[in-house]
Each structure stands twice: as structure tokens, then as C-alpha cells.
T-cell receptor, first 111, second 112 residues
Framework: KQEVTQIPAALSVPEGENLVLNCSFT??????LQWFRQDPGKGLTSLLL???SQREQTSGRLNASLDKSSGRSTLYIAASQPGDSATYLC??????????WGAGTKLIIKP | DAMVIQNPRYQVTQFGKPVTLSCSQT?????MYWYQQKSSQAPKLLFH???????NEADTPDNFQSRRPNTSFCFLDIRSPGLGDAAMYLC???????????FGSGTQLSVL
């Protein structure tokens, strides 16, 4: 059974720092992996989607990597800003097309 | 510019009083999903439509029903809301089952 873990559950860093959020999964037979952002009381915004055949995807200051063999994905945020404060969730689509979610990392960027 | 629209943004209902949440999309995506999300938890899939085909998750209570009258609209009906049904309800769409999900802003349901 696929399980997705995000550690740490919360992270606080000063503005301007580069940071990495982690996502690990137990079964390497995945279809794709998505990173989402969620602001308090709001819906989710898809940030990046990495297909199983891809190693990374980039969008602006965000870079997501995927290493299926080790069951890991990272979301790299460059030059963090207070507006990046949110909860970041990763979700793995398994070989049965089921979307398995991590519990999220709550990120706080201190001005 | 909104692509997945959920109404209302906040809904208050009484214990046991039926309530309907609505979702519309302008993306012409063939897959629509309903998720339930409780505070500080990951979203939980209730059901989804692949075109007109309805797919219910095994652990979705019978209290929850859904309708999709056409490609653009999808409704979540809660027949007899209990206190435990208070949550954020999120609608999402995708073009095909393996593609990126687009979420609405959610409806925050309170049950009094």
C-alpha cells in the first residue's frame, strides 16, 4: 500500500533563504507526483507535476525533483518571500490512478 | 478568469437538514472530483466522475451523494448532515485521470 510522508510538518525560515521541502513515498511504481500549495481556508493550487519518466520540473523560483528509485521528491524554493508562506502538499498518483496525499508541510517565511 | 468555481464560499446548515454544494468549471475537463478536507489534514476523496461514469470511494458514507448533469456542473448533496461532516469541501477537475488537478476555492461547511 502506497504511503506518502512529508517531513517536517512545519518549517520557519527567514526571508530570502533558499529552502527544500521533502516528500517520500513507499512504492516506486507511480504514475506522477504533484506539488500543491494551500493558503489557510482556501483551495489547493497545483504548483508542479512530474511524470514518472521525468526527473524534475521548474516554474519560476520553484524546482521539483523526482527520484523514484529512492522514493523521494523535493520542492526547492529559491529566495523565499513572505508570500510563499502556506502549506505545501505532495500527492502521488499510483499505478491504479489513485491519488495518495502527504499530510503537508506548513511553511512560514519570516520578514 | 476563475476556472473552477464553488458556491457558496461558506455554508451553514442545521444538523440533519439537507444541503447542496455546487461546482462549475470552464475548463471543459472530463473528470470532476469532490474532496473533503478537515483541519490540518490532507484532502480525502469522496467520489469522482470520469465523464458520466460515477466512481464512489469505498469509505464514502451513504449520506453523501453527487450529481453531474453536464460537463460543466457537479453537485454534492449531503442528505442528513451530522456534526462530523463540518469540513472544507473541495471540487477539482482534470483532463483525464492522470493529469494536473485544478481546484476550486472550496466551500466551508458548518453544521449547527
Amino acid at each position: 500500500k502506497q504511503e506518502v510522508t512529508q517531513i517536517p510538518a512545519a518549517l520557519s525560515v527567514p526571508e530570502g533563504e533558499n529552502l527544500v521541502l521533502n516528500c517520500s513515498f513507499t512504492d516506486s511504481a507511480i504514475y506522477n507526483l504533484q506539488w500543491f500549495r494551500q493558503d489557510p481556508g482556501k483551495g489547493l493550487t497545483s504548483l508542479l507535476l512530474i511524470q514518472s519518466s521525468q526527473r524534475e520540473q521548474t516554474s519560476g523560483r520553484l524546482n521539483a525533483s523526482l527520484d523514484k528509485s529512492s522514493g523521494r521528491s523535493t520542492l526547492y524554493i529559491a529566495a523565499s518571500q513572505p508570500g510563499d508562506s502556506a502549506t505545501y502538499l505532495c500527492a502521488v498518483k499510483d499505478s491504479n490512478y489513485q491519488l495518495i496525499w502527504g499530510a503537508g508541510t506548513k511553511l512560514i517565511i519570516k520578514p | 478568469d476563475a476556472m473552477v468555481i464553488q458556491n457558496p464560499r461558506y455554508q451553514v446548515t442545521q444538523f440533519g437538514k439537507p444541503v447542496t454544494l455546487s461546482c462549475s468549471q470552464t475548463l471543459n475537463h472530463n473528470v470532476m472530483y469532490w474532496y473533503q478536507q478537515k483541519s490540518s489534514q490532507a484532502p480525502k476523496l469522496l467520489f469522482h466522475y470520469y465523464d458520466k461514469d460515477f466512481n464512489n470511494e469505498a469509505d464514502t458514507p451513504d449520506n453523501f451523494q453527487s450529481r453531474r448533469p453536464n460537463t460543466s456542473f457537479c453537485f454534492l448533496d449531503i442528505r442528513s448532515p451530522g456534526l462530523g461532516d463540518a469540513a472544507m469541501y473541495l471540487c477539482a477537475t482534470s483532463r483525464g485521470g492522470g493529469e494536473k488537478l485544478f481546484f476550486g476555492s472550496g466551500t466551508q461547511l458548518s453544521v449547527l
